[in-house]
């Protein structure tokens, strides 16, 4: 069997002098290479960022606020009404032109 290789990118930046001297004693006295550093600094960074914006985060009374909401709707307002109509209406109008097919 053939061992498959896992394809590398390169990333490179420019950045100044103070910088750079800054990243390297950094690296240094965590025991890795300055790419090392970079690249473990960079994905923990990246890390926190998706999932900051995949998770919502709720106080408890924020959660039975919404836990609230979804068991007892409101009533749909007027504007809500109207926005239905016209999204059914085009519904309707795209179903001669759309295929359609259901298994």
Same mark, same amino acid.
């Given at each position: ?33 300055? !790419?090392?550093? $970079?690249?473990? &600094?960079?994905?923990?960074?990246? %890390?926190?960022?998706? @999932? ?24 749909? !307002?007027?504007? $809500?009404?109207? &926005?239905?109509?016209?999204?059914? %209406?085009?519904?309707? @109008? ?10």
């Amino acid at each position: 069997m053939g061992s498959t290789v896992a394809k590398q990118n390169r990333i490179g930046a420019r950045v100044p002098h103070e910088v750079y001297e800054t990243l390297c004693r950094a690296a240094e006295l965590t025991g890795a290479t300055v !790419n090392q550093f $970079l690249v473990q &600094a960079a994905l923990k960074e990246a %890390q926190e960022v998706l @999932e900051r914006e995949a998770v919502i985060r709720l106080t408890p009374r924020d959660w039975n606020w919404l836990l609230d909401l979804l068991e007892s709707p409101p009533e749909p !307002n007027a504007k $809500l009404k109207a &926005a239905m109509m016209r999204h059914h %209406q085009s519904k309707r @109008e795209d179903a001669d032109t759309a295929f359609n097919w259901e298994p």
